[in-house]
């Protein structure tokens, strides 16, 4: 019969042409790159967050609370002091702080803007002190020392953080300083973990700040984080206001 022989033929003839198609090793190695890409972010999220759950556990004693009021108090090295926050000096009037940077006494009557600034220049210290009335953490660097990577961690600590801000400091005597209101704590290193607990327990700690519920915000053109009033590096006249709010009681180490 010829026509079978032929129907056969032409069944062998698919079978070959079946058999001989590629396999789809492009579409299996797309496959296998993506669930290795997968795997990789999911490794990466997941230690990111374990290291995020590490840090939080381990910032945790340093939380405030009604029962453990100044967990700074914890922290090896931080100075305390008691300020009066009432007095306010005019705009270029000179404030003879005895601590440097200052952590407290009279300050301007505009706050520095706190709202996750970092500030390339120095700023007017008067200024600053204001800002950690409202609750803010001021870290100061001393820019002969510290750059590079250990800037940029201190940048990120900071930037776009509310009641944060961050600034060079002239003359600085360690590498880097934290000020919050009648709290200071100098490190010699931009890693060390201290900073991290004095931020936890002073930022926005309301146990330890005058004003309570002050905002960070201020309006530029009562002060412009993008032009801020320079800082004065020689030592206030003796015109300058004293810690006690008295004039005539220049002399102090700090530039304003």
Not at 83 to 100: C, E, F, K, L, M
Not at 166 to 182: E, K
């Amino acid at each position: 019969m010829p026509s079978g022989r032929k129907n056969k033929a032409v069944r062998s003839a698919r079978s070959v042409v079946s058999g001989s198609k590629p396999k789809p090793w492009g579409t299996v190695l797309a496959v296998l790159g993506v669930v290795i890409f997968a795997a990789a972010v999911f490794g990466f999220l997941f230690m990111r967050f374990e290291s995020g759950q590490d840090q939080r556990e381990a910032l945790a004693p340093f939380t405030p609370s009604a029962e453990n009021q100044d967990p700074s108090r914890q922290i090896d090295g931080v100075v305390f002091e008691t300020h009066d926050a009432t007095g306010h000096v005019r705009p270029g009037q000179r404030v003879a702080y005895d601590r440097s940077p200052p952590f407290g006494g009279p300050h301007a009557s505009i706050w520095a803007a706190c709202n996750g600034v970092v500030y390339s220049e120095p700023v007017r210290t008067e200024n600053m002190v204001h800002a950690l009335e409202h609750g803010s953490v001021w870290i100061t660097y001393n820019p002969e020392l510290v750059s590079g990577d250990a800037l940029a961690s201190l940048r990120e600590r900071v930037e776009g953080r509310s009641y944060m801000l961050l600034s060079p400091y002239p003359g600085l005597d360690s590498p880097v300083s934290l000020q919050s209101w009648g709290h200071q704590l100098k490190v010699d290193s931009a890693s060390d973990p201290r900073i991290d607990q004095f931020i936890q327990a002073l930022r926005l700690n309301q146990y330890m700040y005058p004003e309570v519920g002050a905002s960070c915000d201020v309006p530029t053109e009562a002060f412009d984080p993008a032009n801020p009033p320079p800082f004065n590096p020689a030592p206030p006249g003796p015109d300058a206001v004293g810690m006690d709010f008295n004039g005539g009681r220049g002399g102090g180490p700090t530039g304003g």
